[in-house]
């Protein structure tokens, strides 16, 4: 058996593990369906074994079988993804984050922390022929882009030191690697309210954003605006910074507003 880091209380259960793997497969493919020969194939399990999993997954719901053995996601994922406590925050986002495309003519995008990630809930595109597309649901490592910055900045350092890896790997050549270079830039962005970034993730892609948080000080999201990197400059990169600083009191102060039972609020 091969060994994990896991201790034999902690060990994750072999066929839970398929299942997701099986669903997280069926959910990177745009919606197109995957054939059995391929899902086994990337779920390195056995015909028969795949055929069982995707078998006990379309009985739930989560997995259809098309014409010519073909699976993709069932209507049941939706509607457990639509139960995520997050799109509560989308509902609220949304409305402030067209009206800050309207006013900047360029896209808004909310991404909430996942480890060391920022995970992209919303976006709301720039009325313009060239802008920044990224896809809802994707991760971002959270050094790499202003959303993750804006994320970072409203932690403690000792929490930053553990979410992050040990190694700060390029999204591109101008992405921060190095542990002093990042903790310098989260200082800049906590004494200004609002993080920047010029070619992070992508060279030709700037961002800046700010943190969304909720009654206690912690961040429940980062709201960022991305643009095409030729169209700006550090001058009025700063000057969107103030808005989308704005912005994100906007939502933290709607937020706050009932304290919904998703919003988190714990101190630690």
């Given amino acids: 058996m091969r060994k994990t880091a896991f201790s034999i209380a902690e060990r994750p259960l072999s066929g839970v593990s398929h299942a997701l793997d099986a669903l997280e497969l069926l959910a990177s493919t745009s919606g197109k369906p995957q054939p ?29 079988r098309q014409l010519g053995g073909l699976y993709c996601l069932g209507i049941r994922a939706w509607e457990l993804g639509r139960s995520v406590p997050e799109l509560g925050l989308v509902a609220v986002a949304a409305p402030v984050m067209a009206e800050l495309t309207r006013a900047t003519n360029e896209s808004t995008i909310l991404g909430v922390l996942s480890g060391s990630e920022a995970v992209y809930l919303h976006r709301v595109d720039a009325p313009q022929a060239v802008r920044v597309h990224t896809e809802v649901g994707s991760r971002v490592a959270l050094h790499c882009t202003s959303t993750g910055l804006a994320l970072l900045a409203a932690l403690p350092k000792s ?42 993730w992508r060279v030709d892609v700037a961002g800046v954003a700010a943190a969304i948080l909720n009654p206690n000080g912690r961040p429940v999201a980062g709201l960022c605006i991305a643009m095409p990197r ?24 709607a937020l706050a507003v009932g304290a919904p039972e998703w919003l988190p609020s714990r101190d630690d």
């Fill in 36 to 64: 059995l020969s391929t899902i086994s194939r990337v779920l390195r399990m056995s015909k028969p074994g795949a055929h069982r999993l995707l078998l006990t997954l379309a009985a739930r719901g989560y997995a259809e």
């Fill in 159 to 200: 929490e930053i030191t553990t979410i992050l890896p040990a190694t700060l790997k390029p999204a591109s050549a101008e992405t921060i690697t190095s542990y002093d270079k990042l903790h310098r830039e989260v200082q800049r962005t906590r004494a200004r309210g609002y993080a920047t970034n010029m070619g992070g």
């Fill in 230 to 253: 030729y169209r700006v400059t550090r001058a009025s990169l700063h000057s969107l910074g103030s808005q989308v600083h704005t912005a994100a009191d906007k939502i933290s102060a």
